[in-house]
């Protein structure tokens, strides 16, 4: 995508926090006056002389008009609610009923406004990660008559609503393209390949490469077949066959850490409503409570039962980031916070001291699941259930994997005592993560229903205040309470691992971007 | 004959009606979460589930729904597909073509091969001949054929660098691309439409990257024919008509191949029209190994995800395959045994 269209802004290098301007003449901050001081507005200049792919000169009001047209369009499972959170301090256009909510479009109309040759955002509260959301591949602008032209929104805000939520197959951008990009789309044949040919209008430096062709290979061995035979440049290589690719010659080899992470969470309190996973649903030694987790005895002796060690260096040779919170490593505000170590012995005494001695005397069983196919959660899920069932005859976990889509559903549905699963940032800060895994109402946090207030009231600090120390200290001190309240297990930050072939240059790594994106004005050969 | 032949289609209807309702009822029993969580991918997403399942009306009763998508079919709307990311109609003509194109080469030469083998193994019953071909029916028929196209890949591509994966060669597909008027997609088969589009290089390219999976589809799947083929000319030669045949002055090659093969070739037939009709669903092994994604691809990319238009339309389409190659093979019964009257 955004190969093909440009936004405003873009990460500057690998940094998260920097931006340099794209179709932005500058980056607006509060010493150029782009950005007000009580961090609510945001003017942008637009960089003139720009075409689009069909012709067209960029102008302020395609910049208006895109950031309208694809808030007003919002699909479910679409990454508009981040913009959309931003400008109208609502994540979605439609309530939790699916109906659209009364004004919105209304509020969207206000919150971007043209102002002569600027382009001016209305926030109605601050909101620190408000430029990494414009440099997110949903920010990017299109030509607005040729939009219109195509079925797009006709730009008058009462039609809005017939614009909304477009069903699968009916968003008429869908299978064309027509941006200001270094690229323009030669053809695209889903799923089995995309076609970039140079775009010679293009405003910046011409790229290198002419035309690049992105193939879907599904199996490994073929692709790492295409990678040796230089009929492929970069394949994508899957955790596991890092050290095949690390024994190959003739590549140039690069390491990025993710902006992700993956935990095992731990619900509190489970439904218990014929629940295979919680076995009788009493502590009789057949079954756990539906509170089992609730316990923080419980919580702090599965923590203590997890080597992370051996977990590194046996499952990923070493190749991972073993995080302390969800607030990784690259993250604002990041630090490291104390970790429940490995010691079976803590664990023991934790499990002793639980339910009053109930869980050790009469022992317990539960299923610990993680979804099909993925090779560090089964680890991890084993690893776990082994070191806790060593402890004491009594306790029996059965580990058992689940489709990836039946997982989604089941632990929404709490049926999961312990549920391992993975969060990617939308937008490269804090919120995005803590949030999600601590506010009650965060998307980890509320199906493992841990409920701090104290958590809750500085989510909502955090995200509302553009101040450093502030927000500095607001995130601090969740990544202690972290710790302290045991609420999940961090597992790890994964390391990508991309292969080129050797004359290829160019590549510039980010935390933002997994190994499927490659900016190919970058590369040459 | 021709009553027969539109009491067959008749039949089809029925015949797709119950398909569509098995597999519509065994679809019903994932619940309407799941069926919307084919709508999402990340944990982001997750939280459109009970949107998605009132959007498209997945906790209707089951009629209802049945209906509301019969409906549909009927007006010539099979839905969306997730996987193709285009209306499926329009999707299975993309991967259709690729299927077909590697099934019109490998189903003749399974044939072809898998009846002089059986002809020969038999008629050289407990010869070197006969024991190396018995040997080879079994190891094709036992190879894992996800593993022995991997082999192929690994020695003919990786070691020699003759038979690249996947369709046809970049260069000539960047080509083509450059002249969308000069290129015609007639039939979706570059082995053909490089002809029709006096482009014979395009042909010969296909052909090349087509070499490697039709050896491993015609080594996998002749062992099969091979053996019915034997055992129907095994138990041909050891009836009374042959040795008359002989005394009458009837040379071996007339009684093996006039005589013997053509009684034995019945069961074969049916085989082969079967292994035929099967065939065109793809083979996932061979379409993901070469990187061809055909029909077997997008069935197998289709049920993992739980792509519920696609899976219901494969079944309708596999539906009026069998009917088809029942019918023909019916018709082929015979012509081949004019003892067998079709009424």
């Not at chain 1, 299109?142 to 477009?166: F, H, S, T």
């Not at chain 2, 080879?136 to 996800?146: K, Y």
Request: include cysteine; proline fraction near 6%; charged fraction near 20%.
């Amino acid at each position: 995508m955004l190969n093909l269209y440009e936004p405003l802004v873009f990460f500057k290098g690998s940094s998260t926090d920097g931006f340099i301007s794209v179709l932005a003449a500058e980056v607006p901050t509060l010493e150029n006056g782009g950005i007000s001081a009580d961090g609510k507005t945001y003017t942008f200049e637009i960089r003139k002389g720009v075409k689009f792919h069909e012709g067209g000169d960029l102008t302020p009001e395609d910049v208006v008009y895109s950031f309208k047209r694809n808030m007003i369009a919002d699909p479910d499972g679409g990454p508009q609610w981040m913009i959309l959170e931003a400008l109208t301090g609502n994540g979605s256009t439609r309530d939790s009923d699916g109906k659209i909510i009364p004004g919105v479009f209304e509020t969207i109309d206000k919150a971007v406004e043209l102002d002569g040759d600027t382009v001016v955002f209305h926030l109605p509260k601050p909101y620190p990660p408000f430029m990494g959301i414009l440099a997110y591949a949903s920010s990017v602008i299109l030509d607005k008559e040729w939009a219109m032209a195509q079925g797009c929104w006709d730009g008058d805000i009462a039609n809005a609503a017939q614009y909304n939520n477009p069903a699968p197959g009916h968003e008429p951008l869908q299978k064309i393209a027509n941006g200001t990009g270094a690229f323009r789309m030669k053809s695209w044949e889903p799923s089995r390949q995309f076609v970039f040919e140079r775009f010679d209008g293009y405003w910046g430096g011409k790229p290198s490469i002419e035309t690049a062709i992105f193939k879907y290979v599904k199996e490994w061995s073929t692709r790492k077949l295409m990678l040796q035979n230089g009929d492929a440049d970069r394949v994508l290589v899957d955790t596991p066959y890092i050290p095949e690719v690390e024994a190959t010659t003739g590549l140039r080899l690069y390491q990025m850490p993710q902006l992700a992470v993956t935990a095992a969470c731990l619900c509190q309190k489970v439904n218990p409503a014929g629940n295979p996973n919680i076995g009788s649903g009493k502590l009789d030694g057949d079954g756990i409570p539906p509170d089992f987790f609730a316990d923080m005895d419980i919580r702090k002796a599965f923590l203590h039962a997890f080597d992370r060690e051996t977990y590194k260096t046996d499952v990923f040779n070493g190749l991972v980031v073993m995080p302390t919170s969800p607030n990784i490593e690259g993250l604002p505000y990041h630090k490291d916070v104390p970790v429940y170590e490995f010691d079976l012995e803590k664990s023991a005494e934790h499990l002793k001291k639980a339910f009053e001695g109930q869980v050790w005397d009469k022992g317990f069983s539960m299923v610990l699941t993680h979804n099909t196919g993925n090779e560090m959660r089964e680890a991890a899920a084993h690893m776990l259930a082994e070191n806790i069932m060593s402890l004491n005859p009594k306790f029996r976990i059965e580990v058992r994997n689940v489709d990836w889509k039946d997982y989604l559903v089941q632990y929404r549905n709490f049926m999961y005592p312990i549920f391992i699963i993975g969060w990617g940032a939308d937008y490269a800060d804090p919120h995005n993560f803590l949030y999600t895994f601590m506010h009650s109402q965060g998307v980890y946090g509320r199906y493992m229903t841990y409920k701090n207030d104290e958590v809750d009231r500085l989510c909502t600090e955090g995200i509302e205040t553009a101040d450093f120390t502030k927000r500095a200290e607001v995130y601090g001190r969740l990544q202690d309470i972290w710790y302290e309240d045991a609420v999940a297990l961090p597992l790890y930050q994964q390391i990508d691992v991309r292969a080129y072939r050797d004359n290829v240059k160019g590549f510039v790594p980010h935390p933002m971007f997994n190994q499927e994106w490659e900016n190919l004005k970058l590369l040459s050969k | 004959m021709i009553p027969f032949i539109l009491r067959r289609l008749l039949f089809l209807i029925l015949v797709l009606f119950g398909v569509s309702v098995l597999i519509f009822g065994i679809l019903m029993t994932f619940s309407p979460e799941r069926r919307a969580a084919a709508y999402v991918t990340t944990p982001q997403q997750a939280k459109d589930i009970p949107n998605l399942v009132r959007q498209y009306g997945l906790d209707d009763p089951v009629y209802v729904q049945y209906v509301r998508w019969m409906g549909e079919v009927i007006t010539g709307n099979l839905g969306w597909s997730l996987v193709a990311a285009r209306p499926v109609g329009e999707a299975f003509w993309r991967y259709f073509p690729i299927t077909l194109e590697l099934n019109l080469f490998a189903s003749p030469l399974i044939i072809w091969l898998g009846i002089w083998l059986g002809t020969q193994s038999a008629i050289h019953r407990n010869t070197a001949f006969d024991h190396s071909a018995r040997v080879f029916a079994i190891v094709g028929w036992s190879l894992p054929t996800f593993l022995f196209a991997l082999v192929l890949l690994m020695v003919f591509y990786g070691y020699f660098r003759m038979f690249p994966p996947g369709i046809l060669d970049d260069s000539l597909s960047l080509y083509i691309m450059d002249r969308p008027d000069a290129f015609v997609r007639y039939t979706g088969m570059y082995t053909i439409d490089g002809l029709l589009n006096g482009m014979p290089a395009v042909s010969l390219d296909a052909l090349r990257h087509l070499v490697l999976p039709v050896t491993t589809q015609v080594i996998v799947v002749v062992a099969l024919l091979m053996r019915v083929m034997r055992s129907g000319m095994i138990e041909e030669l050891s009836k009374d008509y042959v040795v008359p045949a002989r005394a009458k002055g009837a040379d071996l090659k007339t009684v093996h191949l006039a005589h013997a093969r053509k009684n034995a070739l019945i069961p074969v037939v049916t085989v082969a029209g079967q292994l035929v009709g099967l065939s065109m669903e793809g083979s996932i092994a061979v379409e993901v190994v070469f990187n061809r994604q055909g029909m077997g691809w997008w069935l197998a990319e289709s049920a993992t995800q739980l792509d519920m238009p696609v899976l219901m339309a494969m079944c309708l389409f596999m539906g009026v395959v069998f009917v088809l190659t029942n019918l023909t093979i019916d018709i082929l019964y015979a012509a081949i045994d004019p003892r067998i009257r079709l009424a």
